[in-house]
């Protein structure tokens, strides 16, 4: 009797050692307890669908929050507030190019994360505008950009787990003016330091990370001596970036912009991409971001030594003929987390877009 019980235990424990040594059990698989199952599963029975026994099954929404901010892709808007039918708030008739159509908190509400911004000097304030020779005008005045940031610090503290990418076109020459204009709009609290970043390549801090010490903003600007001056990251020292307008538009190429450095220079650790036209038009956007949107994303990998973009930036992003632009970011998550979160992550991501099992094995053999 008591070697029977031995003989029970000793195959207990065998049983137990092997579940705990794999953990590797896949959705559908049997199991017996949580530990049974990889990551993003659980291990529960669904009696009302028939089922006998346990198996895994998923817990956790895609994407995911572990990885380096640098393995996810965030849907970007250019010019984010040149936005149709909003009135310039000079009270002058707007004379100039419009690129958006509903407001920057829509656009947060819609799950855009990344913000192109142009910042000038004008009356005594920072505001949102558009060049003529680097000088904002009453009718290219859109609104102070204090207005548009306060937008963003309402929806940082209300979605405590979300991150926003800001992408300075920087006009400003006032000493400490755009550091001002973050202070003031409440943001410094979810400032990202220039001290975090990295410098020669290599993964940034993890999302997670990110959340849980509250720095959730990262500021980029395109003037270099503000990293030293106001702490503001200079945009290409940690990027690189492919041409803007019909220059990022050219299929099959995908070259940097005058101040990025090679597309391919792994020492910047993100890629931005642009594809949007020179002059924006929102009848054509719709083709613009769809399947010629698709085509440059793995032209631009593979421009970037084989990485894919971390933000894709359009005109008019919620047109298109069916996915569009988001459908773009997340083939772009897809691709990026494939490799790190195993085939079931991206098996429910596939089925999220709703896309054959076939195009795994074809996403799994580009992962790296
Ligand atoms: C521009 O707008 C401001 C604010 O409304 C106004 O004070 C100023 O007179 C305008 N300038 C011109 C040149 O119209
Ligand atoms: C990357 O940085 C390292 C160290 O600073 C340097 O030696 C290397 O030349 C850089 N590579 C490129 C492509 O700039
Ligand atoms: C887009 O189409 C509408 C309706 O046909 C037209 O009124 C508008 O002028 C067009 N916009 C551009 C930029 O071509």
Known sequence: MGRMLELLLVALLLKTLALTA????????ECNVDADCSSGLYCSLCAAAGDVSTTCIRSQATPSTHLPFNKYAWLTTHNSFAIEGEPSATG???????????????QLNNGVRGFMLDFYDFLDDVWLCHSEGGICYNHTAFQPASQTLKEIELFLVANPTEIIIIFIEDYVQVPNGVS???TNAGLKQFWFPVSKMPKTGGDWPT??????????LLVFTSVESKEEREGIAYEWNYMVENMWGD???????????????????ANKSLVLQNYFRDDPNENLSCVDNSANLENMLDVCYKASGNRWTNFLAVDFYKRSSGGGAFKA??????KMQCGYDGIDACQARLNLMGLPYSQLVTELNTCA
């Open 22 to 29: 794999t953990a590797v059990s896949q959705i559908g698989d």
């Open 92 to 106: 002058s008739i707007l004379k100039t190019n419009m690129n958006q159509e509903d407001s920057v908190t829509d």
């Open 180 to 182: 001002e204009v973050f």
């Open 207 to 216: 999302v997670d990370e990110m959340i849980q010490t509250n720095q959730r």
């Open 247 to 265: 220059g990022g538009m050219q299929p099959g190429s995908c070259p940097n912009r005058g101040e990025s450095r090679p597309m391919n220079d």
């Open 329 to 334: 970011v997340d083939l772009l998550n897809d």
